[in-house]
């Protein structure tokens, strides 16, 4: 990397740690004003943003991304609205910020508080979803973290622009300018390095697949939180009322295929697969899903619409992301449970089951973010769990997991008061 371009990121963290200590300091009142004049500035340009993120869309188009992936690139009017609300929506929550978690006074005399507080600077790398753009620089500012955005190459015009409008908007509606960075290097060398700049940056989260979740692992020295992929499953019980199951299984697979709590696996118990099958793989067929199948699925579905596939164990090691899917008989839950261990990427997993007991067991067994029962895997999300805007679900365990949304954006100190307690 050049001496120059290193110099570049190395003065973007530089003004982003600067500014995350006045941002500390700004009241819930500065900081919501902000957010609320960020929603207004991308609504009165939202024609500009339009017009960038169209040369994205054509662009993407042109070079062969999937259906899947143009769906979570592209901005509509509707979409815009939709972003601008998150962000009034995130003003009108709690600011976790100066929360008192727990106090207590010990033996000694001594007040202990522990009190939520900003990390400082948060870099935040994702893909092809430009509304990560504004839901991340949201949820930073609204905890008081200057945040240093790096978006896909995909939507870099929708970025770029995106980035300059809340920018300029919470500038002139008194937070510091530098509180939002939006990183213009596309070359990978660039992200490395700030990377290693465990002096500016105090944590990163990745927001996309695998391959980006372990990019970020193997290359940053500053502490990574994951919100990756989600190669998540519906699994139908011996006792699942199959009308719920195939409503939930369509749900979970096709109402938006490109997301990460889409189900890229179905597994169904062999007590109901006679009955199941064929329905199943109808209804999948008909909005156009490929199905990979075992040999028992095959067997059971009967004349398709479309060819049936053999499925490896790349396909169920797969986050297809598309109108693909993985589908297996399974002989017992137990079976169930040990196929999402082995290829599951702990987001998001799902059991349609009338059996109290099943349940619980599948909910004590299988090692996931969130578990449903009786639902769709499509839920997973921020603002439909009611915690606002999120920048993604943790697969991880430590610090947070699930829904990345404001409390689990902060950190921790302890106050300690005394009245002159010497030890």
């Not at 110099?7 to 200590?21: F, G, W």
């Not at 009955?275 to 999948?284: E, H, P, Q, S």
Request: proline share 3%; hydrophobic share 45%.
């Amino acid at each position: 990397m050049k001496t120059n371009d290193l110099a570049k990121i190395t003065d973007l963290a530089a003004a982003a740690k600067k500014a995350s200590r006045r941002l500390a300091l700004m009241t819930a009142a500065e900081k919501n004003r902000a957010l609320i004049a960020m929603a207004e500035a991308l609504q009165r340009r939202s024609a500009e943003i339009l017009v960038e993120n169209a040369e994205d869309v054509e662009e993407g188009r042109k070079r062969g991304l999937s259906k899947a992936l143009i769906d979570r690139l592209i901005l509509d009017e509707q979409r815009l609205k939709g972003i601008a609300s998150s962000l009034r929506d995130v003003a009108v929550l709690p600011d976790p910020i100066g929360e008192i978690v727990e106090g207590w006074r010990t033996a000694e005399g001594l007040e202990i508080q522990r009190v939520r507080v900003p990390f400082g600077v948060v870099c935040v790398v994702y893909e092809a979803r430009p509304n990560v753009t504004v839901d991340a620089a949201a949820l930073c500012l609204k905890t008081g973290n200057a945040v240093i955005l790096r978006g896909g190459s995909d939507a870099y015009r929708s970025n770029r622009i995106l980035a300059e409008v809340i920018t300029g908007a919470a500038l002139e509606a008194g937070l510091p300018g530098d509180a939002i960075q939006f990183m213009l290097d596309k070359d990978r060398a660039a992200l490395v390095a700030l990377l290693q700049m465990r002096d500016m940056v105090d944590l990163v989260i990745p927001r996309g697949g695998e391959a980006l979740k372990d990019f970020l692992l193997e290359n940053s020295k500053v502490p990574v939180i994951y919100a990756a992929g989600g190669n998540c499953h519906v699994y139908v019980d011996e006792s699942a009322d199959l009308k719920q199951a195939l409503e939930i299984t369509i749900n979970a697979k096709c109402h938006r295929p490109g997301v990460c709590n889409a189900a890229e696996t179905l597994l169904v118990h062999e007590a109901v697969a006679p009955d199941f099958m064929a329905a199943v793989t109808k209804g999948l067929q008909d909005r156009d899903v490929t199905l990979y199948v075992d040999k028992r699925t095959r067997e059971l579905a009967g004349e398709t619409r479309e060819p049936l596939l053999d499925a490896t164990e790349v396909q169920y090691a797969t986050e297809f992301l598309d109108l693909q899917m993985a589908v297996k008989v399974v002989s017992s839950l137990e079976e169930a449970v040990e196929h999402i261990g082995r290829y599951g990427t702990g987001h998001s997993e799902a059991i349609v089951t009338k059996d109290l007991e099943a349940s619980r067991r599948f909910a004590r067994s299988v090692d996931a973010a969130v578990i449903y029962i009786n639902a769709s895997t499509r839920f997973t999300d921020g603002g439909v769990f009611g915690l606002g805007a999120e920048i993604g679900i943790s697969t991880q365990k430590m610090h947070a997991r699930g829904p990345l949304a404001l409390r689990e954006l902060t950190s921790v100190k302890y106050v300690v008061t005394g009245e002159g307690h010497v030890r």
